[in-house]
C-alpha cells in the first residue's frame, strides 16, 4: 500500500510541473543565437559568440539551418534556443529542430531591441548588396551610447562576400 501511495504522489508531482523549458534547461540545447535568415520552413541560427578559430586567427561562429514544420512564429533577429539530432557538417550546418525555444528580449536602455535592430540590419544588407545575402553569419551586435547607433557586423561564408559592418540609428 505504501508503495502505491507514494506512486501516486510522484505522478501528482510530475503531472503539475511546469512544461515551459527553465533556463537550466537551455544548456543542453544544440545551439543558442539569433535568427538572421528565414527560408519555407526553415530558419539559420547563429551563435551569439564565436566558437573557435580558423587558422589565420578569424572567429568561427556556430551557424545552423534549421528545418522545422513549426517554424511560422519564428522572426528575424529572435534569440533562439534550439534543439536537434544530427547535422550535416556543412558551413553554415544543417539540421532538423525537434525543438525551440524562442526568448523574449527587453530593451536594454535603448529605443530598439536588439532583434528590431537586426531586422533593420538585414534589410539594409540586402540593400547595401544589392542581393539577398544567403546566411548572413551575425559577428557583433553592439551599442555605443556616445553615437547613441548601433553597429551590426556580418559575413557570408556561402558567397565568399566581405565582412560588412552596418549602422544603425537607435530610433524607431
Given at each position: 500500500?505504501?508503495?502505491?501511495?507514494?506512486?501516486?504522489?510522484?505522478?501528482?508531482?510530475?503531472?503539475?510541473?511546469?512544461p515551459?523549458?527553465?533556463?537550466?534547461?537551455?544548456?543542453?540545447?544544440?545551439i543558442?543565437?539569433y535568427?538572421?535568415a528565414?527560408?519555407?520552413?526553415k530558419?539559420?541560427?547563429?551563435?551569439?559568440?564565436?566558437?573557435?578559430?580558423?587558422?589565420?586567427?578569424?572567429?568561427i561562429?556556430?551557424?545552423?539551418?534549421?528545418s522545422?514544420e513549426e517554424?511560422?512564429?519564428?522572426?528575424?533577429?529572435?534569440?533562439?534556443h534550439?534543439?536537434?539530432g544530427?547535422?550535416?557538417l556543412?558551413?553554415?550546418?544543417?539540421?532538423?529542430?525537434?525543438k525551440?525555444?524562442?526568448?523574449?528580449q527587453e530593451?536594454?536602455?535603448?529605443?530598439?531591441?536588439?532583434?528590431?535592430?537586426?531586422?533593420?540590419?538585414i534589410i539594409?544588407?540586402?540593400?547595401?548588396?544589392?542581393?539577398?545575402y544567403?546566411?548572413?553569419?551575425l559577428t557583433?551586435?553592439q551599442?555605443?551610447?556616445q553615437?547613441?547607433?548601433?553597429n551590426?557586423s556580418f559575413?557570408?561564408?556561402?558567397?565568399?562576400?566581405?565582412h560588412?559592418?552596418?549602422?544603425?540609428?537607435?530610433?524607431?
Open positions: 500500500m505504501k508503495k502505491y501511495f507514494v506512486l501516486i504522489i510522484l505522478l501528482v508531482v510530475s503531472g503539475c510541473s511546469n515551459k523549458t527553465t533556463i537550466e534547461d537551455y544548456s543542453s540545447s544544440s543558442s543565437g535568427v538572421t528565414l527560408q519555407e520552413g530558419f539559420l541560427v547563429v551563435s551569439e559568440s564565436p566558437k573557435s578559430k580558423d587558422g589565420h586567427n578569424n572567429e561562429f556556430d551557424a545552423i539551418w534549421f522545422s517554424s511560422e512564429d519564428v522572426e528575424i533577429g529572435d534569440y533562439l534550439v534543439w536537434s544530427a547535422s550535416f556543412s558551413y553554415p550546418g544543417q539540421a532538423t529542430a525537434t525551440f525555444v524562442i526568448e523574449e530593451r536594454q536602455r535603448t529605443n530598439l531591441t536588439k532583434k528590431e535592430v537586426i531586422q533593420k540590419a539594409e544588407l540586402d540593400k547595401l548588396t544589392e542581393e539577398h544567403f546566411s548572413p553569419i557583433k551586435i551599442y555605443e551610447k553615437k547613441d547607433s548601433w551590426i559575413e557570408n561564408i556561402n558567397l565568399n562576400k566581405p560588412l559592418t552596418i549602422h544603425i540609428k537607435d530610433s524607431k
